[in-house]
């Protein structure tokens, strides 16, 4: 009998650690290939982890409510069967992966020591500064002359952790304070107003999906200046168009054709157009994206939101945009998402049509800096050209917003790209082989 440690998978750029939430299965356990066996939580995600073979759980090494870095072992299985060659080189792949992430974390933890051991150790004043001080300075980017204005406990007055981490903590209060006070045309200050609770009032508590989202939409606003533009689609011939193969798609392909990867058809296109919108921001630097993964907004039954990731759009068919969505959205709803299915967006669609809104101004995704809201699809009369001379009819029109970050985007460019979106919409002729 082979005993197989099961350890934490890499879960996403960026994620080195997990929380375990909740074990599944409890040791002496029999468990097949592929059974979930525990479920984890990131900032960025909740998952599974499953079985990699047939046998039973000898020990859970990582209890719940436990936080385990990628790598660690989490749970020991013993089984009797050997694994394929396929699954081998699978657990290889997975386990480079893991090496890699550890191996960039302790290079970052390198570059920083490296960049605390090049400063000096003494400040201006002549107050010595330890080499873990240094590193946090360096990490923090805390300058000399900052460093001279805190006052050091340790002996002969020299500056300790907790000195600087009082002075990070109060530059940080000092920095919300500016953000939620401001002043008045008659220059007094004013804070942001205490909320006064009524009785009868329910207090809610945030959970934690709720908490991320809100974190990342303050970082947003706060991060970018937001423009959002207007523009408004005749789609009826796109309607009719979907009206006509809907039928023959479902038939064929045992799924829905819905308007959702139409537009993130229409979006894809556009940005292999335009490849100015699909950029981030780092620094003074901008990252012109070579990848166009565009990420869909989609609701949860609890209330909160994800956003799964169809990477490489601009590559797939129309039927292949359509089984990508329709197949992350059910496993969205379901909490059957990969890690890897949330992350590496470079643009996001968000649908403000799916209840009956006329339009939005969606808030960007970052590191993102842009991000298409589409509006519900309505008739309205409009005035329509002809070699006769203009005359109104009933048409499906529909209004689609563009949020922006002003700091490399400029509305010029991002009109230009809107109306494009709207050419390849009101011409729209997908094919669904």
Do not use: C
Request: no cysteine.
């Amino acid at each position: 009998m082979a005993k197989l440690n099961i350890l934490l998978p890499a879960m996403g750029e960026g994620v080195i650690e997990a929380t375990v939430t909740k074990w599944l299965v409890s040791e002496g356990a029999a468990v097949r290939e592929d059974d979930p066996l525990v479920e984890v939580a990131t900032d960025k995600v909740d998952s599974e982890v499953p079985s990699p073979a047939v046998g039973k759980i000898v020990s859970i090494v990582a209890p719940e409510g436990s936080v385990v870095k990628v790598g660690q072992v989490l749970a020991v299985i013993e089984s009797s069967i050997s694994m394929s060659p396929d699954a081998e080189a699978k657990i290889d792949n997975e386990v480079e992966r893991i090496r890699e992430t550890i191996i960039e974390s302790r290079n970052e933890k390198k570059e920083t020591e490296e960049v605390s051991r090049s400063l000096k150790s003494r400040t201006p004043s002549g107050k010595f500064i330890s080499p873990l001080v240094r590193s946090i300075a360096a990490r923090e980017g805390i300058s000399y002359s900052e460093l001279d204005t805190v006052t050091g406990t340790g002996m002969d007055g020299r500056i300790t952790r907790d000195d600087i981490l009082k002075m990070l903590d109060a530059r940080n209060k000092t920095k919300e304070t500016a953000v939620t006070a401001h002043r008045n045309d008659t220059g007094k200050m004013q804070h942001k107003p205490e909320v006064q609770q009524s009785s009868g009032d329910e207090i809610i508590a945030m959970d934690r999906v709720r908490k991320l989202i809100a974190d990342h939409m303050v970082l947003s606003k706060k991060t970018s200046p937001h423009v959002t533009s207007f523009i408004d689609a005749d789609v009826t011939k796109l309607v009719l168009w979907r009206n006509s193969v809907k039928d023959r798609f479902l038939s064929a392909e045992g799924q829905k054709l819905t308007l959702t990867p139409i537009f993130i058809d229409a979006a894809a296109r556009a940005l292999y157009e335009y490849p100015m919108i699909n950029i981030s921001v780092e620094g003074n630097n901008i990252i012109k994206r070579k990848n166009i993964n565009i990420g869909m907004a989609t609701a949860l039954p609890d209330g909160n939101l994800i956003v799964p990731v169809i990477k490489n759009a601009n590559e797939k068919n129309l039927t292949g945009l359509a089984k990508s969505v329709n197949d992350l959205a059910e496993r969205a709803r379901i909490n059957k998402l990969k890690p890897d299915e949330i992350t590496g967006g470079t643009f996001t669609i968000t649908n403000f049509g799916s209840y009956n809104n006329l339009a939005g101004t969606p808030i960007i995704n970052q590191p993102q800096a842009a991000i298409l809201g589409t509006g519900v699809v309505r008739k309205m009369p409009a005035v329509i050209e002809t070699p006769e001379g203009d005359v109104i009819a009933i048409r499906h029109i529909m209004i689609l917003s563009l949020s922006y970050d002003h700091r490399v985007i400029d509305g010029a460019l991002a009109g230009k790209y809107l109306n494009r979106v709207k050419q390849i919409l009101e011409n729209y002729n997908g094919e669904i082989a």
